[in-house]
Each structure stands twice: as structure tokens, then as C-alpha cells.
């Protein structure tokens, strides 16, 4: 019988599922939401080949060059971006180039899953961060076929959804024509969790079971965590303490898949052609940062040695600098290691899952803040003054460039 890997180390990457012939595996969620494979044992043949392609049970090799570090900013996108807009240089590069580019969306039934795009109208949809795992669906097998009709890819992920793509596709890289871009990442959530936090966050006194039209789980036009929604004939309204109780738990690491707290991808050891995150710190460990840092700055790793081929194009809309490993990890925990687990999380993944159960009931079960003392206050109306008068990005500037860490 086959033995896949057990749901403790299980990354929900699906290699397993579309690499099986018979489609005899499917990706169901589980009793917290997370994407697990099922085997149909009526269907499988027992050929193996899910095994073979399962990253857990055969990790990936890293082959890597000499990495290279850079901060960079898209002046062009960055205002639409969730941090310096490393992404969408690259994606913008692939779409010139008659490319096809990879990664997650919010549909408009805010499920998350990955896309394949072929036109720069398409590509606002892949930009901003994403904080749930996404359905990576048949997206493997579309990439194959990409490549085999030799358009150039690129594929935008989680670590994990990397490894389970070269996985899938048995190792080979095709450096020619695959560009991959994996994300530092603190952990995912499963969409049901998500499902269960909106489903709380209607219920709440602001919303009223008012209709959300749409999340946004960070700003674009800085690198700050503020979440928001909009619901019918309003303005985008920022989520309050309460409110913002699904980042609250995620930047606790508690409710984060369990293969999360033994990610083996938390390293500088990136699977890969480039690693892209927020740049947080810089500027601030040894060697002076120039730019403006307010609207955000990408941490950008080659670990393939590929920047050089994209420089011509990068250069016409960027501003790219070259750093030093050692400050892109001073203040990036998840390059040197995963998030540790913490003993209230399977009770939070259950009290959020628990629909009778409210937003304050789940912050103040976990141990979290959920009562907006006088402090919070002042700090929500010196924040929400400072946006209406656009002073933001000084106020934000000035204290980055003070606070050392």
C-alpha cells in the first residue's frame, strides 16, 4: 500500500496528486482546513510514481551557485506593490519577453489559488501578499506544457510549492526557460481557517453581516501590516485590534500547518532561481541604505547567478543595490529558522474553526490582546491623522532610521 507522507510533515504542495497517471489522488481538506492527499485505492495501481515525486519523501537537491543579495525598488510598481515590487519586475520581464507568469490570486469568493497569467492586465491580480496557503490545482502540469510548447515561465510560490514543482517535474530545472521565485515565508494558514475568520469577521458589530467585497492583507503604497476590507458604497475600511484577530494569530505562529514548524526550506539553502522578500532592517546592521525605505524595499537573492541576463530590462524601472547575506538574515528569522510551535496552537485552529465562537472569544481564549486600552487608541487616531494629512511615509521613515534591532 502506498505510504505517503503523514500530515505532520505534509506540505500540501499536491506534486503527489498531479503527478499520479490515474488520477487516483485527490487534494481534500482536512478537519482544519489543510489540502491533504487521498488516495482512491480503487484507482491506484500502486506504480509509486507519487512517492518518487513527493518532495517530503525525496527532497529536491540544491544546487547552488554563488549567491548574490540586492535590495531593489520598481519605482514603477511599487506603489501598487505590497513591498518594493521585486515581483512585478520580473513578472513584467516574462510578459515582454511572450512569458507566462505563475502565482496566487483572491478570487472573488476569497478563495486563494495560484493562476497562470499571459498579459500584463492580468498581473494586479498576482500583486499583494497572499497570507493562506493557495490551491496550486493543475498549475505543475500547465507549466510542463508551457515549457514543452518553449514559452518562457515564471512560477511565484511558497518554498514548498517550488520544491513541488521541480518535483513534479522529476528535478529538471530548465534553466533556459523557468524562472521560479520563492517567497521567505513565516507559514500558511489553511482557506478554511480563512473561511472561518471572514465568516466571524460579518458577525462582528462593525459589519453587521454586511456583504465583504473584497480583503486586502496589506497596503500597497507601504511596507506596514495593515489589513482592510470594503464592503458595499464604503471607502476601504482598516481593520481594528478585534478585527485583525486572524494577523494577530498569524504572526504568532498559531495556526500555521504543521509541516510549517519543521519546514526543512527555512535556510539560505533556496530551491529557487531567486528568493524575494520584504528587506526589513536594511540600512540599519553596518553598511548606510540611501532610498527612501517608507514605501518598502525587496530583499532580492539570486541563487542561480540568472540577475545578470535581466539587468538590461531590470535597470530601465528599477533601482537595485548590491547587499551582503549576513544583513538580509539579521532581521529575516525564516532564513535561518521555522517558526517555533507553540503549545495553544491545535486550541486556537479550533476555536477559530468554531462558528459559535467570536472573534474577542478567539483572541481572548489564546491569550491574545482584544481589549483596545487608551494606549491602542491614541496610537490608531495618531496613525489615522497621519494618513489623512499623508505625513505616513515621513513618520515611517523617521522611525525606521531610529530603531535599531
Partial sequence: MIQLADKLNCTGCASCAQSCPHLAIEMQPDDEGFLQPVINNEICVECGLCIKRCPV??????????QTVYALINYKDRAVSSSGGAFSAFADYVIEKGGVVFGAIIDDGFQVRH????DENGLPLLRGSKYVQSKIGDCYKQVKDYLKEGRLVLFSGTPCQIAGLYSFLGGKRYDDKLITIDLVCHGVPSQGIFNAYLDKLRKSPRFND??????????FDSWDYLPSVKVAKSRRIVLRLVENAY?????????FRESCF???????QRLGTFTIADFWGIGRHGKRFSKN??????????????INLLFPRLLNDVYIEKRSIEEAVMEQTNLKNPVMRRPERNLSVKIMMNPETSLSD????????????????????????????????????????????
Fill in 210 to 219: 454586511k456583504n465583504i467585497e473584497t480583503f486586502q492583507f496589506r497596503r
Fill in 247 to 255: 494577523m494577530a494569530a498569524f504572526f504568532e505562529g498559531l495556526i
Fill in 262 to 268: 519543521r519546514c526543512q526550506y527555512c535556510n539560505t
Fill in 57 to 66: 519523501l525525496n527532497p529536491v537537491k540544491v544546487s547552488l551557485h554563488e
Fill in 362 to 405: 478567539f483572541l481572548r481564549l489564546c491569550n491574545l490582546p482584544w481589549k483596545e486600552d487608551w494606549k491602542c487608541k491614541f496610537i490608531r487616531m495618531f496613525k489615522y491623522i497621519i494618513y489623512k494629512l499623508r505625513l505616513y511615509n515621513i513618520y515611517k521613515t523617521i522611525i525606521y532610521k531610529l530603531v535599531k534591532k
Fill in 293 to 306: 525605505v517608507a514605501c518598502g524595499v525587496s530583499l532580492v537573492i539570486d541563487n542561480q547567478s540568472m
Fill in 115 to 118: 493562476i497562470a497569467v499571459e
